[in-house]
């Protein structure tokens, strides 16, 4: 049996300062592989960092919807970092309307938009959250394509 846990943000202080401890109770139930989602570019590194370290850790490159006051990617920056074998998907992106007090979401789509091109170009499949916000996920998604690729929600 093959166990992945498709999601997960070890990179995390509070995580991270546990490693040796998560690793272990992974091993001990079974969870072969495990993917450290990335939520934005400026804490990438420790994520792709955890991937070249462990052979069984993959990482995925993205910014997270709620993150409005750090970097936003172009498509070309990354397709480029997920050019990296250890890099096996985009995201995490998507819509969060929730959380966001702003009205006017076009950030938020562009920056989705985003992602699923960059999905596309590389073949990777997208990590996708969504809350509050399934109707303009779909209908994007659907505008550009996403199909293409896939990915999870």
């Known amino acids: 049996m093959q166990i992945v846990d498709s999601h ?51 990482a995925s490159v993205g910014v997270h919807p709620c993150y409005e006051d750090v970097k936003e990617p172009t498509v070309e920056e990354l397709v480029d970092i997920a050019q990296d074998s250890n890099i096996v998907a985009i995201g ?10 702003d009205d006017d979401m076009t950030w938020q789509h562009d920056l989705f938009r985003t992602h699923i091109r960059a ?19 779909i209908r994007i998604l659907k505008e550009e394509n996403a199909e293409k690729v896939g990915g999870v929600i």
């Open 92 to 101: 995490e992106t998507g819509l969060d309307y929730f959380r966001c007090e």
């Open 8 to 58: 997960c943000h070890i990179n995390f202080d509070e995580l991270h300062k546990r490693l040796p401890e998560i690793l272990e109770n992974a091993r001990r139930n079974d969870v072969t592989h495990m993917l450290c989602v990335s939520l934005n570019l400026e804490d990438f590194p420790q994520v792709k960092k955890l991937a070249d370290d462990h052979e069984h850790i993959f």
């Open 119 to 137: 999905a596309i170009a590389t073949d990777k499949p997208l990590i996708i959250h969504t809350r509050s916000a399934k109707e303009d996920t």
